[in-house]
Nanobody, 126 residues
Framework: VQLQAFGGGLVQAGGSLRLSCAAS????????MGWFRQAPGKEREFVAA????????YYANSVKGRFTISRDNAKNTVYLQMNSLKPEDTAVYYC????????????????????WGQGTQVTVSS
């Protein structure tokens, strides 16, 4: 599975962005997906995860109620809708995929993922 994330950019506080992560490879529907972010000088942190079926979602407390993860298996794409953005959301955002045979698994730990995208920069100005 190859992943390519895009959709980042510069936005003012309170604004919105939608990130997309396009996957290639015939097994996209057999993976759980997640988004992580890494700010300068900080470790990579979990943002959101979604199960293979799309029915189970999990969010970091810092983004709960503001971000929404979704997926379209027909388009091999996972999305992260980010609303009410704050300057502390500034980071490089990465999508990740984990092979799984279970439809309801979500993965929140970075080292459990098998594949990573290249990252897309999100900058929120105050």
């Amino acid at each position: 599975v190859q992943l390519q994330a895009f959709g980042g950019g510069l936005v003012q506080a309170g604004g919105s962005l939608r990130l997309s992560c396009a996957a290639s490879g015939r097994t996209f529907s057999c993976v759980a997906m997640g988004w992580f972010r890494q700010a300068p000088g900080k470790e990579r942190e979990f943002v959101a995860a979604i199960s293979w079926s799309g029915g189970i979602k999990y969010y970091a407390n810092s983004v709960k109620g503001r971000f929404t993860i979704s997926r379209d298996n027909a388009k091999n794409t996972v999305y992260l809708q980010m609303n009410s953005l704050k300057p502390e959301d500034t980071a490089v955002y990465y999508c990740a995929a984990k092979k799984t045979n279970y439809t309801r698994v979500v993965v929140t730990v970075a080292y459990d993922y098998d594949y990573w995208g290249q990252g897309t920069q999100v900058t929120v100005s105050s």
